[in-house]
């Protein structure tokens, strides 16, 4: 028996691609309170106690919504869904416009990396994240009428199908414009305005870097492969926009956008969209853009390279990424180094070079010492099934101890004295930070110190009972000390500037950082009144270790092609800048800015296109409605439909598909129905997931088998009716590196013979099965390597038809009335070869009772593949076709032995037609296998197979990505036949 549903599967899988986004999209928790309420332009859902961050989120919405409106000249069209997240303890959002336009807004604020910058962290996302709202959302001409008729249908939606460079770009830009200024301004001075990422140190950084090592090629960047930096579309789109501006007026982005927003179905036309406004097709374009962009970068970074770099030897090659540094006692180095292939690896360096790795972390980990050589470390993890959460390790005994549980502690050091040692740490709430004290165990949590609204906390470091903080609201960044001696005194403030400060270290003579001070990131160090730079980075620096006795500094640098660890023997200062040391003043209250101005201007003009007016008192205070409780069914309701037509030999069908999902995803659905007309079938599927762990498919099909008539009028005689139906629920114990589940199920395959004249019907197969499952699964792959390339996954499967016993009638053939139940074990093993990987793939199956046999041929394992499908009785066995009588058994064994190596990072997607490829591999196999019947306890032979295929990652129209892979293999054994086959997705 095999359950098929594809067409309601592949509407599901689009669903579930088109709301997850490009962030690390975190489930809502179903275990708390969920409440909604709106706002003028947007309908808010939260946590039921997070109503305050609710209603900051909503003032940030419509302060941003009259700003990107009049950049893009659109309004939305209806009210736009909120999603506010606390659980994630990492910055970031995402938008969509599947099945309806949602932002999401993860509350917890940066506290590294390009997202430190001097805007609130909300203003800032909502600026980016409605930007990606109004884009997608505009639409013209043929796709408009489009969606009048079909509704939001996303073949309809023209600027969904545009490389990520052109989205992400745009809202950098927007969210870079100085707030207040009509539509999106360029800054021919290349200054940073202090807010948004165009023109900031850290993009300025990667330009460099980039401009050494040779800009990226249009094509290159369509396909966005594996190539560095990481936020290259962001990067390369922000100052391609910026050009646009400076070159062609301020409104070309918004012409840019309206242009491509009436592109026809399967026709984006990427390269003859700036025609009409620049005069010449992208790739032309794109060389002007990119001797421009050299222009600029020279002309910035000479008086940088008037003096020699100062950086130090170069401890590693260049890395995905290197997120934390310190320094130990003995002057060794300790590093959190990502090469992008295996996991993340805390290593030492020694003050002799002797390099050691210590122990596996989670990706983004960050470690801190004390001066005893105990070591910190505080990494990210699923600490349940829905939060993402920091927490603290020591390392101990040759690997890391845990401390902490979903305790949500983004930073922390050893400090204090005495009764007062312990751990110092940045507890991150949804939305705010709080310095807290906590034992040396990671017990006994006290509250330190809680900034004002508005006032973040991002860094620290500790020297005894002195603890140093890097405080921030908007472009007021300050350094705080604490005295654990003192917890009543107010903190003093060390220093005050006017952009971030991060990478804090404290040693004995005083505090060290990282520094944009004159536009490139340097570490700098603080004494007294006085700040000496003891770096002078051509690209720039993103972490440091602070100085050992010997003077020493490890730091991590932006370098081609990733980012190197460095060691400076000797810091010497080469500049000081004096500061003041008075007295800072208190920190402005929050309140919502005013846009006014802004939105009765929109108002009196009435010249934006798009959605309803805007409601100027709302835009000015931004005040959420009355809360009421969450109910899915406000979302869920259909947004799309699209005709199903068919004609099978006289047998004719129409009807309509659709898929929805309610604001927090919790219910997704896809779905069609149909009527068959000349013997009134209705026929359809449907395909149920809620909250990801409870699955319902069911489907009905009709299938003429025999007919008379010609071929332009055909009438049916017989046909075959099939049934499907499958259940799976599964309970799901999930970390970032383990996941374990236990699951139930059910599932039916009925099919029956109807002949038309007689009008009987006769059951061919009415399969029933119930059940259990067991997965345990430790996979891992990284950024560059191909595929899962470590770990293991198993599972074990039992199937029973003894539930249903009886239940079958006696119209059915006695081999095909099951009684039985089958057990079903999976194992899949990856190692690590560099770039390569080895791979094992081991099934077993054994029956009891009459059970549907088991087919071994062909290329493709479904349950391997696309998940577990109950009543699946065929395992692949490349080398043979899928029908050899003797590959048929109750019983069953397989086993591979593959070896998967890259053989070149294409990286180019062609605009004209809209089709890409990223990496094209090779693997070459080994399979053997065997099926025996009920009354043998093993094959009589095994049939062995041996080949070669090709994988590539194709991509079509720049954002439908598929794997293929075209395979030759030559059975060993029987026929020994060759057997050419092209399918989508690794074997195993």
Avoid at 38 to 63: G, L, T
Avoid at 376 to 394: E, H, S
Avoid at 807 to 819: K, M, V
Wanted: charged share 20%; proline share 5%.
């Amino acid at each position: 028996m095999r359950m098929k549903n594809l067409l309601g599967r592949l509407g599901l899988v689009l669903l579930l691609c088109g709301t997850t986004g490009g962030a690390l999209a975190q489930s809502p928790d179903p275990r708390v309170e969920w409440q909604s309420a709106d706002s003028a332009n947007f309908r808010v859902h939260y946590r039921a106690v997070q109503r305050a961050q609710a209603e900051a989120v909503a003032r940030a919405a419509e302060r941003a919504y009259p700003r990107v409106t009049e950049a893009l000249q659109w309004r939305l069209r209806g009210r736009t869904e909120i999603l506010v997240l606390s659980e994630t303890d990492l910055a970031n959002g995402y938008a969509t416009p599947l099945p309806y336009s949602l932002i999401a807004v993860m509350l917890a604020p940066p506290d590294e990396g390009e997202l430190l910058e001097n805007s609130a962290w909300l203003d800032l996302l909502l600026v980016h994240e409605l930007t990606h709202a109004v884009h997608l959302d505009k639409v013209r001409g043929v796709p408009k009428l489009g969606q009048r008729i079909f509704g939001n249908m996303p073949l309809f939606i023209p600027n969904l199908f545009n490389p990520s460079w052109v989205l992400e770009g745009l809202a950098v830009q927007v969210e870079s414009s100085p707030p207040g200024a009509s539509g999106v301004q360029g800054q021919g001075d290349g200054l940073w305005s202090g807010q948004g990422r165009l023109h900031s140190p850290a993009y300025e950084t990667w330009l460099r870097a980039e401009r050494d090592r040779g800009f990226i090629s249009l094509l290159e960047l369509n396909a966005n492969g594996r190539a560095l930096p990481l936020s290259k579309q962001y990067l390369y789109g922000a100052y391609f926009y910026d050009f646009l501006v400076r070159r062609y007026g301020a409104d070309a982005p918004q012409r840019w956008v309206t242009r491509y927003s009436g592109n026809f179905l399967f026709w984006p036309r990427l390269d003859s969209n700036p025609v009409a406004i620049t005069g010449k097709p992208l790739d032309f374009l794109w060389e002007e853009f990119l001797a421009d962009l050299a222009a600029q970068v020279d002309t910035r970074a000479a008086a940088i390279r008037r003096q020699p770099e100062v950086m130090g030897s170069v401890l590693t090659e260049p890395l995905l990424r290197i997120p934390s540094v310190t320094m130990q006692a003995d002057g060794s180095l300790l590093a959190v180094l990502d090469d992008g292939l295996g996991r993340p690896q805390l290593t030492r360096f020694a003050a002799d070079g002797q390099r050691s790795d210590l122990a596996e972390v989670n990706a983004l980990a960050r470690v801190t010492t004390a001066p005893d050589g105990r070591v910190l470390v505080a990494q990210p993890d699923l600490c349940d099934a829905w939060t993402l959460a920091y927490d603290l390790y020591v390392l101990r005994d040759g690997g890391l101890r845990q401390l902490t549980d979903c305790a949500r502690l983004r930073r922390a050091v050893f400090a204090g004295q005495g009764v007062l040692a312990g751990i110092v740490a940045l507890k991150h709430e949804a939305g705010a930070t709080r310095l807290i004290w906590l034992d040396a165990q990671g017990k006994q949590e006290r509250l330190l110190y809680a900034p004002p609204a508005g006032v973040d906390l991002s860094d620290l470091a500790a020297d005894g009972d002195r603890v140093s903080v890097v405080a921030h609201q908007g472009a007021d960044w300050r350094i705080l000390q604490f005295d654990l001696a003192q917890p009543q005194a107010a903190p003093r403030t060390l220093l005050r500037r006017d952009r971030p400060i991060h990478g804090l270290a404290q040693d004995r003579e005083g505090l060290t950082m990282v520094l944009a001070e004159d536009g490139v990131p340097n570490v700098w160090r603080l004494e007294g009144a006085r700040l000496w730079r003891l770096s002078h980075a051509y690209t720039g620096v993103t972490a440091q270790s602070g100085r050992a006795a010997d003077g020493s500094l490890g730091l991590v640098a932006v370098a081609q092609g990733g980012y190197t660890l460095r060691r400076m023997t000797e810091a010497q200062a080469l500049q000081s800048v004096m500061v003041d040391v008075g007295e800072a003043p208190p920190w402005v209250t929050t309140s919502a800015p005013a846009s006014a101005q802004l939105g009765a201007s929109l108002a009196a003009q009435g010249r934006v296109a798009g959605g309803r007016e805007p409601n100027p008192q709302a835009l000015n205070d931004g005040d959420l409605g009355a809360p009421r409780s969450y109910a899915a069914w406000r979302s869920m309701y259909p947004r799309w439909w699209w005709p199903v037509l068919s004609s099978d030999h006289g047998l004719v069908t129409f009807g309509a598909q659709t898929d929805g999902a309610d604001a927090l995803g919790w219910h997704q659905y896809a779905a069609m129905l149909a009527a068959e007309t000349t013997q009134q079938e209705t026929v359809g599927s449907l395909e149920y997931l809620y909250r990801g762990r409870h699955h319902l498919a069911l489907s009905r099909w009709v299938e003429a088998r025999a007919w008379t008539g010609s071929s332009n009028d055909p009438e049916t005689t017989a046909y075959k009716r099939e049934t499907h139906a499958q259940w799976l629920s599964r309970a799901l114990w999930p970390t970032l590196e383990r996941r374990f589940s236990l699951g139930l199920g059910a599932a039916l395959e009925r099919s029956e013979w109807v002949d038309v004249e007689s009008e009987s019907v006769r059951r061919m197969e009415d399969t029933r099965l119930a059940a259990a499952v067991m997965d345990y699964d430790s996979l891992g792959a990284s950024w560059y390597s191909e595929g899962a390339n470590r770990g293991v996954y198993a599972r074990l499967l039992y199937e029973s038809y003894a539930p249903f016993k009886g239940e079958d009638g006696d119209d059915l053939p006695r081999d095909a009335d099951y009684n039985g139940g089958m057990l079903r074990a999976d194992l899949r093993g990856f190692l690590p070869l560099g770039r390569s990987v080895l791979g094992l793939r081991y099934t077993e199956a054994r029956a009891q009772g009459r059970t549907e046999p088991f087919q071994l041929g062909g290329a493709t394992d479904e349950n391997l593949q696309l998940g577990i499908q109950l009543g699946n009785r065929t395992l692949a066995l490349r080398g043979y076709g899928s029908d050899e009588p003797e590959l048929q058994g109750a019983n069953a064994r397989v086993a591979s032995l593959e070896w998967r190596t890259p053989l070149a990072d294409i990286d180019r997607h062609l605009m004209a037609p809209a089709v890409g490829i990223n990496r094209l591999s090779a693997s070459v196999f080994y399979d053997v296998g065997g099926a025996w019947g009920r009354d043998e306890d093993a094959p009589a032979r095994y049939w062995r197979g041996v080949g070669v295929e090709l994988l590539g990652e194709v991509k079509l129209l720049y954002v439908l990505g598929l794997q293929l892979r075209l395979g030759v293999a030559q059975g060993l054994d029987g026929p020994q036949e060759t057997h050419g086959y092209l399918t989508v997705g690794r074997a195993f």
